[in-house]
């Protein structure tokens, strides 16, 4: 991968850029020179600026077909960022099965999979990195999100293992931790996904977390994230880890 924009533009490939992070990300890709693939499941162009340089296409991470299509379609890559992610808040005992592998279905082996369409190319050409976007939720237990940091903690282990597979081809693996962000759709994306897990045996419990997130201080933006993504791309560096926001940072110096 060029070390310089001067002398070629790179091009990022960012799933998930439909709202949040994904879309932060794209946005600043952009505003540093960068050819911007950002991808969605259903593409909405009018979210960012028309521009030569960014173009918006339809991914579903769960979809082989859909990943094929948008990989042909997008054309060589430099950087794959894998933000694309749903979120679940509720009480593990009330979570369907069914509910838990959607939450993997997405968060781990659709990572997985644009991972795996990606390294071809990145092997072929000795360059490349690949962005896994995880959590804060992997740094330090927290209630009522077991399946969700499960599927994030299985990208953790992936990534730092992938990290060594694909060192000898000089492709880079990282991985953005992101803290609370309130200003995220993590919970009105996931509202529906979400309705009746919370027992009532588990309501006075849920409701402290519910008032202890209130009172935060420290909190991620989604320009926390977009930077520590651009950090983590462009690191020449052994560092797999990039947490994401004060509160993350936070957590990560106590480990």
Known sequence: MPTTLETTVNTVLITGCSSGYGLETAR??????????????????NLLPRSERLRVLPLDVTNPRSIAAALEASGPIDVLVNNAGIGLFGAFEATPMATTREV?????????????????QFRARRSGVVVNVTSSATLAPMPLVAAY??????????????????????VRMKLVQPGYAPTTRFTSNGSERMRGLIPEAYQPFAQRIFASLTQVGAVTTEADVAEAIWRAANDQSGQLRFPAGADAVALAERI
């Open 28 to 45: 600043y890709f952009h505003t540093q020179g960068w050819n911007v693939i950002a991808t969605m499941r259903s593409p909405h162009e």
């Open 104 to 120: 993997f279905e997405t968060n781990t082996f659709g990572v997985m999979a644009m991972t795996q369409a990606v390294l071809p």
């Open 149 to 170: 940091t499960a599927s994030k903690t299985a990208v953790e282990g992936f990534t730092a293992s992938l990290a060594f597979e694909l060192e000898a081809f000089d």
